[in-house]
């Protein structure tokens, strides 16, 4: 069976501070992709980032890191330094073969000014 | 505007009627998918097409659901007799010929189906 899992429903922090949002997933296949995405309060999806599961290096993109640990099967997800505009919805999602991605229930995050 | 358009924003229809959303890909994508999203859940997978072909179709996608790719470009789904249970977010997604398989795909700001 294939699952995503985001345990953290809601995360609230003050701004600056910096925040992880953690994500597990399961699956047999041994090549799969991992995705990270934001939904802002408007509504539409906004990829962040894909990773495939040969590729275990961290990547960072500014304010945004990623740990990718095959041995937990977890890729987390951490903002540094947190703003207001990054409140929103983020989901990890696991695509393994066809076209089909499984998304996790998402974690809300507040950011107060 | 060069996204993936989704008309309508919202739509509330009473239980039993039909229902019909479109969407417009980004226009050199041949890849489109159909999501559907409950309120605190993620997005579920419900079909997807390359170019006009429907090449996968998910449990969820029931009898009264169908979808649509006339001329490879932009999609409709219908919902026939509808229930309160199908009230949801359904989001529209694309992605270009040719990127590797589940590469990332680009959402539509979804519609919003309220049944009542």
């Known amino acids: 069976a294939q699952k995503v899992t985001q345990a953290q429903t809601e995360i609230s922090v003050v701004e600056k501070e910096d925040v992880t949002l953690d994500c597990v997933y399961e699956?047999?296949?041994?090549?799969?992709?991992l995705f990270w995405y934001k939904q802002p309060p408007s509504g539409e999806l906004v990829f962040l980032i894909r990773r495939n599961s040969f590729d275990e290096q961290n990547e960072i993109s500014g304010r945004y890191s990623w740990n990718f640990q095959k041995s937990t099967s977890s890729f987390n997800f951490t903002i540094t330094a947190s703003q207001v505009v990054d409140s929103a919805v983020y989901f990890c999602a696991l695509a393994t073969g066809g076209f089909k991605t499984i998304f996790g229930a998402g974690t809300r995050l507040f950011v107060k000014a | 505007d060069t996204g993936v358009s989704q008309n309508p924003r919202h739509k509330i229809t009473k239980r039993g009627q039909n229902v019909t959303f479109r969407c417009d890909p980004i226009?050199?994508?041949?890849?489109l998918y159909w999501y559907r999203q409950t309120l605190g859940q993620g997005p579920e997978f419900l079909t997807y097409?390359?170019?006009?072909?429907?090449?996968?179709k998910s449990r969820l996608l029931s009898d009264r659901f169908s979808a649509e790719r006339p001329k490879g470009s932009f999609s409709t789904l219908e919902i026939q007799r509808t229930e309160q249970g199908d009230s949801a977010m359904y989001l529209c997604?694309?992605?270009?010929?040719?990127?590797?398989?589940?590469?990332?795909?680009?959402f539509g700001q979804g519609t919003r189906l309220t049944v009542v």
């Open positions: 097409f390359q170019n006009e072909a429907q090449l996968e």
């Open positions: 226009s050199e994508h041949n890849r």
């Open positions: 699956t047999r296949d041994t090549t799969y992709y």
């Open positions: 997604a694309s992605s270009p010929a040719g990127a590797p398989m589940n590469t990332e795909a680009f």
